[in-house]
């Protein structure tokens, strides 16, 4: 039998709540998005870190693929970077409805590793992990997990194969199994978790195979999480229609930031949600802002329930 770490959620909190510095260092690539025949930059690593900063968490650090105009982003930010490779994926993205998209990948991007500059930091620090495509192997999230105070997962990238025609098709393995129990926060798409039906099932299959916090995302139709054998279901902000790109970087970047400062596990990832639903709302950034995150994250978690 698979033997889980010991990370319970409320432990989880009380840890975090202890650390003073409350820095974030973001492990994923940028990507160049085609959607609709323009080319825009993207991947977890540009909403995570906009989704921080429109949260006005000052240090950030991200660790990434990256070409110049994702550099100049970061620069005109002023974000601390490690570029590790200056090659980042490119994908065709083609919206078939309100949220089913078809996803073709047109480059990869070589893995990531860790910059020995940053191995003193991590210790202290929310890492969030976030591939896009097999960029992270499981031997740099292990020693990630040897370092870190906490880990914010999302299987996204690790759970991506390459179809017909280059395009991106789902292959749950029991790799992902490992992956998994090494992360104290694991987001996951329910179209991510094949095997599953249903948000519930889905939460109840992650979290056998994880003591962390487990979120699991449902599009329009809200989220389900769990951490201690306490689920609840919180729903999308209501009547929001747009581009869902990018909005589980964001939900698991404001939800995972805010139980490292302390906040409670429910509405740290009602505020994620409310913020994720903000972006869908707005083509540009800023998204949201802490104010109005923060008022609409109370809304969602008085219509949440125990599931």
């Known amino acids: ?10 432990r989880l909190r009380r840890d975090c709540s202890s650390n003073s510095e409350n820095s974030v260092i973001i492990f994923s690539s940028f990507t160049r998005d085609i959607i609709n025949g323009s080319i825009t930059i993207g991947g977890p690593a540009y909403y995570c870190t906009l989704a921080l900063m429109h949260m006005d968490v000052e240090k950030i ?14 620069r005109n930010l002023g974000i601390s970077s490690y570029i590790v490779n200056t090659i980042a994926p490119l994908f065709r993205l083609k919206y078939l409805d309100g949220e089913r ?3 073709e990948l047109l480059r990869t991007s070589p893995t990531l590793s860790i910059p020995h500059e940053i191995l003193d930091l991590i210790s202290g620090c929310l890492v969030i992990v976030s591939p896009v495509y097999h960029e992270i192997e499981l031997e740099l999230l292990r020693a990630l997990r040897s370092r870190s105070r906490i880990i914010a997962l999302d299987v996204q990238g690790f759970t991506r194969s390459l179809g017909p025609n280059g395009e991106v098709v789902i292959n749950w393995s029991n790799e992902l199994l490992d992956v998994i129990a090494l992360a104290d926060i694991v987001h996951a798409d329910l179209s991510e978790v094949p095997t599953c039906r249903t948000g519930l099932e889905a939460t109840k299959y992650l979290s056998e195979h994880t003591d962390g916090l487990v979120i699991v995302s449902m599009g329009a139709r809200g989220l389900i999480a769990s951490a201690n054998g306490d689920r609840i279901y919180i729903p999308a902000l209501p009547h929001i229609h747009g581009d869902s790109t990018g909005t589980g970087d964001i939900l698991l970047a404001v939800s995972s930031y805010e139980i490292l400062i302390g906040e ?18 707005r083509s540009r950034p800023p998204w949201f802002n802490k104010y109005e995150v923060e008022v609409l994250a109370r809304s969602l978690l008085r219509a949440s329930k125990a599931v």
């Open 61 to 74: 650090i991200v660790v990434t693929n990256a070409e110049e105009v994702h550099m100049k982003f970061l």
């Open 264 to 281: 409670d596990w429910k509405l740290a990832i009602a505020k994620g949600a409310a913020a994720a639903g903000l972006k869908v709302s």
């Open 1 to 10: 039998m698979r033997k889980k770490r010991k990370v319970k959620g409320r």
């Open 101 to 103: 998209r078809r996803i």
